[in-house]
Nanobody, 127 residues
């Protein structure tokens, strides 16, 4: 079982950038598809981005497409989320999430696809 731990959140002005990182402990990280979810106050947790364990396939929510980029380094057991052109509506707690996969090109595309996630890191975008 992989246990994700997020870092890199903070306060940024609208239009700015942040890079979130996720360090995943546990064996066989390279057999886990990974992703990022977020939850804003008073709202349900929503899917942000997903990446296959090979790194060859990525999927993004429409709300972040073209602004966010997910990447991974299997040698370091890390997953990153580069967030550019941030908007106030991106304000949320961001969670790194994991899903075991038997196939290298499986990419999660929904909150329901994931089985484990970290404690979260706060991202606040001021207007």
């Amino acid at each position: 079982q992989v246990q994700p731990v997020e870092s890199g959140g903070g306060l940024v002005q609208a239009g700015g950038s942040l890079r979130l990182s996720c360090a995943a402990s546990g064996r066989a990280f390279s057999n886990y598809a990974m992703g990022w979810l977020r939850q804003a106050p008073g709202k349900e947790r929503e899917f942000v981005a997903g990446i296959s364990w090979s790194g060859s396939r990525r999927y993004y929510a429409d709300s972040v497409k073209g602004r966010f980029t997910i990447s991974r380094d299997n040698a370091k057991n890390t997953v990153n989320l580069q967030m550019n052109s941030l908007k106030p509506e991106d304000t949320a707690v961001y969670y790194c999430a994991a899903k075991f996969s038997l196939t290298s090109d499986y990419v999660p595309a929904s909150t329901l696809d994931f089985r484990s996630w970290g404690q979260g890191t706060q991202v606040t975008v001021s207007s």
